[in-house]
């Protein structure tokens, strides 16, 4: 069971707009910065989103990211069927001392 | 460029251990922590160390504390992860990353291509 609570599966038609959600506490979220991956198994995982609202270079504006208290969200506008893969946030936990990842979110677009 | 090339697909017996590498390139090796993620068949993205290669510093998961062990050899530019006493849960792909961000800031910009690990007697 993750310490980061992710839903495990959203859908979305083609070029609607989907959004990802990450619970987690004080600890983690409440007070350290949030990155956002992409994953298709046999790929190596990919950045997305860092320190809660970066995009690297490379990522298209379509992905976005925003934090409020103790959750994270990353929204995706303008679906393509390319977008389908599964989905994790990440951050540091303080009383762990451990980077946490959320249990991942399966996108599939319609 | 930044690349991360790591050692290749393993294959072991219950009980045993695994070590794998990871050779980094495109960067100076000891401004930046390499961490160690893993993927398993029907799992999600599992965090198991990092390892700060200037000092050898090094923080485990508490799920893998005592069978993980992550070093580094800066004149070869070289990450090693072992894990020991293995046992089928741990099948699974691993993979190493460079992380540009503070030690709890995990900004994992660049990966290896991951090591496919099997677990099987």
């Known amino acids: 069971q993750s310490v980061l609570t992710q839903p495990p599966s959203v859908s979305a038609a083609p070029g609607q707009r989907v959004t990802i959600s990450c619970s987690g506490t004080t600890s983690n979220i409440g007070n350290n910065y949030v990155s956002w991956f992409r994953h298709l198994p046999g790929t190596a995982p990919k950045l997305l989103i860092y320190?809660?609202?970066n995009r690297p270079s490379g990522i298209p504006d379509r992905f976005s990211g925003s934090k409020s208290g103790t959750s994270a969200t990353l929204a995706i506008t303008g679906l393509q069927t390319g977008d389908e893969a599964d989905y994790f946030c990440a951050v540091w936990d303080a009383g762990l001392n451990a980077v946490v990842f959320g249990g991942g979110t399966e996108l599939t677009v319609l | 460029e930044v690349l991360l090339v790591q050692s290749g697909a393993e294959l072991r017996k219950p009980a045993t251990t695994v070590k794998i590498s990871c050779k980094v390139s495109?960067?100076?090796?000891?401004?930046?922590?390499i961490h160690w993620v893993r993927r398993a068949p029907g799992k999600g993205l599992q965090w198991m160390g990092l390892?700060?290669?200037?000092?050898?510093?090094?923080f485990y998961a508490a799920s893998f504390q005592g069978r993980v062990t992550l070093t580094a050899d800066t004149s070869l530019d070289t990450a090693y992860m072992d894990l020991s006493s293995l046992t089928s849960d741990d099948t699974a792909v691993y993979y190493c990353?460079?992380?540009?961000?503070?030690?709890?800031?995990?900004?994992?910009?660049?990966w290896g291509q991951g090591t496919l690990l099997t677990v099987s007697s």
């Open positions: 390892l700060d290669p200037a000092n050898g510093e090094t």
């Open positions: 320190e809660n609202t």
């Open positions: 495109g960067y100076i090796f000891s401004d930046f922590y």
């Open positions: 990353v460079m992380s540009s961000g503070g030690i709890s800031v995990p900004i994992f910009n660049h």
